[in-house]
């Protein structure tokens, strides 16, 4: 017998909230973790044109890695082997590698370079290459057909405007970091104050589409991003939702971790893959979960709150799934690891760069 139980929500933001108290501990009782998640450009070897970074997958499953298939377009958008993750990102030119986390980044260099090492492997057999140093496609004009074969990729390139496309020729460098409940907010004020910091202490990509960035940047990924969400690295007049919307503005980092939780629940929710199926809401997502009452139970509705978190394109943002800050706005670059003890220090020190 099939026996169906209604469960009664708390308001979102009361429930954003609980996700944060389970994610992040009140202290840790170990050395702070960090993870990095690298981006890289791969081109065919010839002429630097944009390959497609799918057609390595396949090679890799027959060789034990672990196939991950998109949930709507069925496609194979990337493999895994213990805590190592690797795939394509916005666009099939764009490998993405998620490492897993240590307490020192000296333990993650060898791990780095043995996964680094059979990827190339798997690149070469196909005549392409990984730019270790670079971090937009510098050839290839980016192009609608770009996009990676996911869900929430086809939901993209269609919602927004062919501006966009340029997403599909970015790599970042980007880093977890684990913190505590009470270190939420103020680390977000650091990160966010110190992202112009990071992206010029990396920039290194002047170059793309064949010429020199129209607005001479040296970080042209940057300007890639301000056409989804503009002003994302400040806090004054932060637009954390999309050009088309109306998203609430604060004029000042958040105060406590309520104010962030009603800032996060006020901004529209874009995107969501459920049972296979794209939901679409385009609606703040508090709203959207007012209207859920019957319908999902709380782990339906966090994983609801986790496709929202991926879409709060801010330069460094909370992720409940792995209770890190997630620090996002620096290049690929050789010396991405500096970069990331870089961030861990600073966020061990937050309270001496708060007062900074």
Known sequence: MEVHVTIRLKPAESFVLDLFAEAFPNKLDHPRCVGAEEEYIVVHKGDGTMANTLTILPAMVAVGWIPKFDAVTKELVGVRKGETEVGTDVGVGTLEVGFPPVINLLDHLPVREEILREVDQFLAKQG??????????????PQFEHWSPKARGNFFRTFFSRDVD?????????????????????????????????VALNANAPIWGGKKDPLGMMAARQHFWDRFTPQKGCWSNVHVGLPKFEPPYLEQPPASLRQLAEWICGTKFLVHVEKGQVIIPNIPFGSWCAQQEDRLDEKQLRAAYESHEGTLWWDARPRVHFGTIEVRPSCQNIHAVSSDALVLGLVENWRNALHF
């Open 128 to 141: 392409m290459w990984r730019l270790d140093d670079y971090s937009v496609q510098p050839v290839t004009i």
């Open 166 to 198: 340029v997403q599909t020729s970015s790599a970042a460098s980007q880093v977890h970091v684990e913190v505590t409940l009470e270190e939420v907010v103020p680390v977000l004020e650091v990160l966010l104050a110190l992202s112009s910091v990071l």
